[in-house]
C-alpha cells in the first residue's frame, strides 16, 4: 500500500470509524512523522510552497479534534465550541478553494459521517454542507454544490430557498432564483438574507420588482449588525441610485441624494467589506449637494424651504460625520478630500477641513505622506487651507506626536526638494559632494517608512465593538510594526531617463533599506490616483475564488507626490524595460537595434495607410522576436521557467484589461518593465488616464500593449491560451463590481473637472471631454453581457495586434518591438 499522507489520513478515519482509537494514534503519529521528514527533505524555504505539506499539519490536528470530541461526555456542546474556533482556524489557511474544500470535507466525514447523529449534530453538519455548497457554487463546481445542497435539505427537511436562489442565480437563470423567493419575500415569510437576495437580483437583472415592496425590504437594515446591515444599506444604495439616474427633478435628485448620504453612512458605520461603493456614494452625493446649497445662496431666486432644509441638514450631518464614522474609514480617499479644498464654498472646505484635521490627528505617521503634496499646490485656496490644517493640528494635538511628525516631514520635505533640484550627470554620487546634504543630517525621523504598507490601511470588514470605537486612537488599521525612518545613505543613484530622477536609500528602524525614486517635473498625482484603483481591483481580484485559485493580480507600489510636480516612487529592485531587453538581444544577433529600427519606421509616417502597413511589415521582418530569449537567461531551470512565464502573462493580461477599462495609455517600450527575479511585468508612468491617449498629437489607438515580442514569448499558443483566458477572467471580474469602479471613477473624473475650471488649465495627460462625456465613454467599456465575455477579449486582442493600427501609432511607442 502506497503510504502517503491522503491514504494514511483515510486510513485514519477508517480505524476511527471502526472505533480503533490505538491504531488511529499510531496512525496519525505517523503521517505526522512523514509530514515533518518531507519539510526537512525539501529544498524549498519558502512558506508558500512548503504550505501544502503544512496544510496536511492542520487536517491530523482536525482528526485528533474529532477523536477527543467523539469521547467526550458532552459532544454537542463541545461541536458547539468548536464552531467557533472552525471558522478562525478557516480563515487562517490559504484562501485556495481546493485547501478550503479538504478541510470542510474531513470535518464533515471525522465529525459527523462516521459518528452517530442527533439533532444538535446534525444542524452544525448541515452547515458544514452549507458552506461546502458556497464554495463550489463560487468555483463553478454546480453539480457538487447542487448535491451538497440536496443533503443539507434532506438534513434539515426543508426547502433551503436561500441557498436555491443562489444556485439558480449562479447558473445563469435569475428569473427562476427571483420567482422562488418572491412570494416569500413579499408575504413576509422570508429571512431577512432571502429578502435581500430577492432585492440584489433584482437589481442586478432589471427585473423590475414591486418598488414598494422593494424599499420596504431594503428600509429593514435596522434589524442587522454587522456584515449583514452593510450589505442591506448598499442594496439600498444601489436601488435609490438607479432611481436618481431616472429622474430629472431637482426636488427629487435632492431627496434622493440626501438619503444616500444617510445610507453611505450607516454602511460606514458597520463595515468595509463594500467599502469603495459607501465612501464613493457618499462623496459624490454629498459635493453635488454643496454645490446645489452654494448655487442656492447666490441665486436670488427663492427656493423651495424644504430642499434648503435638506442641503443645510445634509451639510450638518457631514460637518459631524467624524464623530459617527470610524476615522480609519477616510484614510483612502484622503487623498480626494485634500484635493477638493480648491473649492470656493466655504461651508464644505470647513467640513473637508475637520474630517482631514481628525484623520491626521488619529493617524500622523501615515496620513502625512498623502498631506504634503498639497503645500505647493497650484490652487491658493489648497495651500491656504492645508496650512491651516496644520497649524491647527499642531494646537490641538500638541501633547501628541503630531507637532512632531509635522517638523520633521517638513524638514524631510525641504531636504528632498533640494537634492530634486540639484543637476547632476548620471551614474552613482555621494550627496556630501554636492553640497546640498541637508538630507544626511535627518535622523530618527517620526515618520513611517512611505511603502505600501504604510499608504494602505487594513480595515475591518465587520466593525465590531472593538473595531468601532470613534476614539482617534482607538484602532490602528495600519499596525504598530511598521519601521520609521532613520537616516538616508550618502550614496545617490542618478538615471539616465528624461528628467534625470534620483535614487535614494532611506534605512528604517527595522535596520533594513529602503529605496525610492526621487522625481521631478512629472505630476505623480495621476499615477498615485492609478495606484489607488488598482490597489482596488487587486480587492476585487482576491475576492473572486477564481481568480485567486489562478493568482491573479496587479504589481502595485507606493507614489507619494510630494509637490505640484514632484514626489517619491517605491523602488521596485530587478526591473528591466522591454526596450532594453529586446535591444540587448538585436544587437546580440547581429540585427539593428531599436534606435534603427525607428529611423525606418518613421520614415513611412506621412505614407497612405496601405503604404504605412507595408512599411510596418518591412520593419517586422528586421526584429525577429528576441523576448522570449530572456526567459531562458534568467530562469535556466525547467520549473522556474515555466513559472516566471506564467507570472509574464497573467499578470500583463490583468493589466492589459484594467489598462483598457480606464483608458490607460502611454504604454510605449519603456514603460513596461519586467521582475527578473519572478517574470512579472510591471507597469510604471500611469499617469494618462480616461482615454488621454486619444488625445495625443498621433492618437493611441490600440487598446493595450500586445506586440509580437510579448506574443511570442508566450509560447506555441500565442495570446490564445493562458492569456486569453486571463483576460476573460479579469474582465468578468471587473463587470462583476462595475458598478464599484464606476462610482470611484465618477469621483475622481469630478475631481479632475473641479481643478480644470478653477486652475483654468488643461494638459493632454487630462481627458479633455468633460467629466460627464468621459464617464459615458467608461460605461460603454463596461456594457458587456457575461456571455459576451470571451468575444469582447477576442475583438480587444485583435485590436490590440492589427498591423493596421499599429502602423498609425507613434515612432516613440515602438510597435516593432
Known amino acids: 500500500m502506497n503510504r502517503d499522507i491522503p491514504a494514511l489520513i483515510g486510513c485514519i478515519i477508517n480505524e476511527m470509524h471502526k472505533n480503533n482509537c490505538i491504531e488511529a494514534a499510531q496512525l496519525m503519529d505517523e503521517a505526522r512523522i512523514k509530514v515533518i521528514e518531507q519539510l526537512t527533505m ?34 454537542a456542546k463541545h461541536l458547539e465550541n468548536l464552531e467557533a474556533r472552525w471558522k478562525k482556524t478557516f480563515g487562517n489557511i490559504v484562501p485556495h478553494t481546493q485547501h478550503q474544500l479538504d478541510l470542510l470535507h474531513l470535518r464533515k466525514a471525522a465529525y459527523f459521517d462516521i459518528r452517530s447523529s442527533d439533532d444538535e449534530s446534525a444542524t452544525i453538519s448541515k452547515n458544514i454542507l452549507l458552506h461546502i455548497v458556497s464554495i ?64 440584489d437580483i433584482d437589481l442586478q437583472h432589471a427585473l423590475e420588482g414591486d418598488a ?16 449583514k ?54 462623496l459624490n452625493c454629498w459635493f453635488d449637494i454643496a454645490n446645489i446649497g452654494q448655487q442656492m445662496r447666490k441665486s436670488s ?7 434648503s432644509k435638506k442641503v443645510t441638514d445634509a451639510s450638518e450631518s457631514m460637518l459631524n460625520i467624524t464623530n459617527v464614522v470610524p476615522l ?44 504634503l503634496g498639497a503645500i505647493d499646490s497650484p490652487v491658493s485656496r489648497v495651500r491656504l487651507r492645508i496650512r491651516q490644517i496644520f497649524e491647527k493640528a499642531r494646537t490641538k494635538f500638541s501633547n501628541s506626536l503630531v507637532p512632531a511628525v509635522i517638523q520633521d516631514a517638513f524638514k524631510l520635505r525641504e531636504a528632498l526638494y533640494e537634492l530634486s533640484s540639484v543637476k547632476v550627470s548620471s551614474g552613482t554620487i555621494d550627496m556630501g559632494t554636492l553640497g546640498k546634504a541637508s538630507l544626511l543630517h535627518l535622523r530618527d525621523l517620526q515618520l513611517h517608512m512611505p511603502g505600501e504598507r504604510c499608504l494602505l490601511p487594513n480595515l475591518p470588514e465587520i466593525i465590531t465593538k472593538s473595531t468601532s470605537s470613534y476614539d482617534p486612537f482607538g484602532f490602528d488599521p495600519c499596525g504598530n510594526s511598521l519601521p520609521q525612518i532613520s537616516r538616508f545613505e550618502p550614496t545617490i543613484a542618478v538615471m539616465k531617463s528624461l528628467q534625470m530622477p534620483k535614487r535614494i536609500t532611506a534605512i528604517g528602524s527595522d535596520g533594513k533599506e529602503y529605496r525610492f525614486l526621487l522625481k521631478k517635473e512629472d505630476d505623480l498625482r495621476k499615477d498615485a490616483r492609478t495606484m489607488e484603483f488598482n490597489n482596488m481591483i487587486n480587492t476585487f481580484l482576491k475576492k473572486n475564488p477564481e481568480a485567486r485559485d489562478s493568482g491573479l493580480y496587479i504589481r502595485t507600489y507606493s507614489v507619494v507626490p510630494l509637490g505640484n510636480r514632484w514626489g517619491l516612487i517605491e523602488w521596485i529592485d530587478n526591473l528591466f524595460a522591454l526596450k532594453a531587453v529586446v535591444n540587448e538581444y538585436l544587437m546580440a544577433d547581429g540585427f539593428d537595434g531599436v534606435s534603427a529600427l525607428a529611423a525606418k519606421f518613421d520614415a513611412y509616417k ?100 500586445l506586440t509580437h515580442n510579448l506574443v511570442d514569448a508566450m509560447g506555441i499558443l500565442g495570446y490564445s491560451g493562458t492569456f486569453k483566458q486571463t483576460c476573460e477572467l479579469t474582465l468578468k471580474v471587473l463587470l462583476d463590481n462595475q458598478e464599484t469602479l464606476l462610482t470611484v471613477y465618477e469621483t475622481h473624473l469630478n475631481e479632475l473637472q473641479t481643478a480644470r475650471d478653477l486652475t483654468g488649465k488643461q494638459s493632454l495627460r487630462i481627458e479633455r471631454n468633460p467629466a460627464t462625456e468621459t464617464m459615458n465613454k467608461l460605461r460603454a467599456k463596461f456594457d458587456t453581457k457575461a456571455g459576451q465575455i470571451g468575444e469582447r477579449v477576442a475583438q480587444l486582442i485583435q485590436a490590440a495586434t492589427s498591423k493596421q493600427n499599429l502602423s498609425q501609432m507613434y515612432v516613440g511607442w515602438a510597435p516593432f518591438i
Request: with cysteine.
Open 136 to 199: 463550489n457554487r463560487k468555483a463553478g463546481n454546480m453539480i457538487i454544490a447542487d448535491d451538497a445542497l440536496q443533503q443539507a435539505e434532506q438534513q434539515s427537511n426543508q426547502i433551503l430557498y436561500r441557498e436555491r436562489a443562489k444556485l439558480l442565480w449562479k447558473k445563469g437563470r435569475p428569473k427562476e432564483a427571483a420567482d422562488l423567493l418572491m412570494p416569500r419575500a413579499l408575504s413576509g415569510e422570508a429571512t431577512f438574507e432571502e429578502a435581500l437576495l430577492y432585492v
Open 606 to 705: 506621412l505614407g497612405t495607410a496601405s503604404e504605412k502597413v507595408q512599411g510596418f511589415e518591412k520593419v517586422l521582418a528586421s526584429s525577429p522576436p528576441t523576448f522570449y530569449k530572456w526567459f531562458l537567461r534568467n530562469f535556466p531551470e525547467p520549473n522556474q521557467w515555466l513559472n516566471s512565464r506564467t507570472r509574464f502573462i497573467k499578470t500583463l493580461a490583468v493589466m492589459s484589461i484594467v489598462g483598457y477599462c480606464i483608458g490607460l495609455g502611454d504604454r510605449h517600450a519603456e514603460n513596461i518593465t519586467f521582475d527578473e527575479t519572478n517574470g512579472d511585468c510591471v507597469h510604471v508612468d500611469l499617469n494618462l488616464l480616461f482615454e488621454g491617449g486619444s488625445s495625443l498629437p498621433t492618437p493611441e489607438i490600440v487598446p493595450f500593449r
Open 42 to 75: 525539501s529544498q524549498s524555504k519558502s512558506y508558500r510552497k512548503s504550505y501544502p505539506l503544512l496544510f496536511n499539519l492542520q487536517l491530523i490536528e482536525e482528526l485528533e479534534e474529532s477523536q477527543v470530541t467523539s469521547e467526550t461526555p458532552e459532544r
Open 328 to 371: 480609519y474609514q477616510f484614510i483612502v480617499f484622503l487623498p480626494r478630500l485634500i484635493s477638493n479644498l480648491l473649492v470656493e464654498d466655504d461651508i464644505l472646505a470647513g467640513s473637508l477641513a475637520k474630517i482631514i484635521l481628525e484623520v491626521f490627528g488619529a493617524y500622523p505617521r501615515h496620513t502625512i505622506w498623502l498631506m
Open 212 to 227: 414598494k415592496n422593494m424599499v420596504k425590504i431594503i428600509n429593514r437594515e435596522g434589524q442587522l449588525e454587522g456584515e
Open 229 to 282: 446591515a452593510e450589505k442591506a444599506n448598499i442594496l439600498c444604495i444601489k436601488w435609490y441610485g438607479k432611481r436618481l439616474n431616472e429622474t430629472h427633478e431637482e426636488h427629487l435628485q435632492i431627496n434622493i441624494k440626501t438619503y444616500l448620504i444617510k445610507r453611505s453612512i450607516s454602511a460606514l458605520q458597520r463595515g468595509s467589506k463594500y467599502y469603495y461603493t459607501s465612501m464613493s456614494t457618499l
Open 301 to 307: 431666486t427663492p427656493r423651495l424651504t424644504d430642499l
